[in-house]
């Protein structure tokens, strides 16, 4: 038997600097999920919120997308929709916002398209929104 270690795998000149190895720890896998100290309520109330907010100041969830200050049109980034959310929920924690990014951030490619900003924010149930619907069968 041989101890294998990362060394094994990936070579010196392919590894990264940050001491990772190559390994992405922070990119999700599989649906959404709740960050520490962020509770169903937190996110329902918080998306609620936002929808009533944004209706105030624009006609429609899609003037809002369109006339947030994007860098490419017709996309959000992620850095963009903080800025927009803690522009009209200023009093809102961090740790929720960033929650709701990650579910309005369906497929987590840092992009937001505006199918996924409006799949979000026009559900009944935020946190439902990303369950797939139960197969039938016949």
């Given at each position: 038997a041989q101890w294998m270690s990362m060394a094994h795998f990936i070579s010196p000149?392919?590894?990264p600097t940050n001491g990772t190895a190559g390994l992405d720890f922070g990119a999700r896998?599989?649906?959404p999920?709740?960050?520490h100290g962020v509770k169903p309520?937190?996110?329902r109330d918080t998306q609620r919120?936002?929808?009533?907010?944004l209706l105030r100041?624009?006609?429609s969830l899609e003037e809002a997308f369109i006339l947030a200050e994007a860098s490419q049109p017709g996309v959000l980034n992620r850095s963009e929709l903080m800025k927009l959310m803690q522009k009209f929920l200023p009093r809102t924690r961090t740790a929720v916002l960033e929650n709701l990014?990650?579910?309005?951030?369906e497929d987590q490619d840092g992009t937001i398209l505006m199918s996924e900003w409006l799949k979000c924010l026009k559900a009944v149930d935020i946190l439902s929104a990303h369950r797939k619907p139960p197969k039938v069968f016949q």
């Amino acid at each position: 038997a041989q101890w294998m270690s990362m060394a094994h795998f990936i070579s010196p000149e392919d590894a990264p600097t940050n001491g990772t190895a190559g390994l992405d720890f922070g990119a999700r896998r599989g649906p959404p999920t709740l960050r520490h100290g962020v509770k169903p309520f937190d996110i329902r109330d918080t998306q609620r919120q936002l929808k009533q907010a944004l209706l105030r100041q624009y006609e429609s969830l899609e003037e809002a997308f369109i006339l947030a200050e994007a860098s490419q049109p017709g996309v959000l980034n992620r850095s963009e929709l903080m800025k927009l959310m803690q522009k009209f929920l200023p009093r809102t924690r961090t740790a929720v916002l960033e929650n709701l990014c990650d579910l309005v951030d369906e497929d987590q490619d840092g992009t937001i398209l505006m199918s996924e900003w409006l799949k979000c924010l026009k559900a009944v149930d935020i946190l439902s929104a990303h369950r797939k619907p139960p197969k039938v069968f016949q």
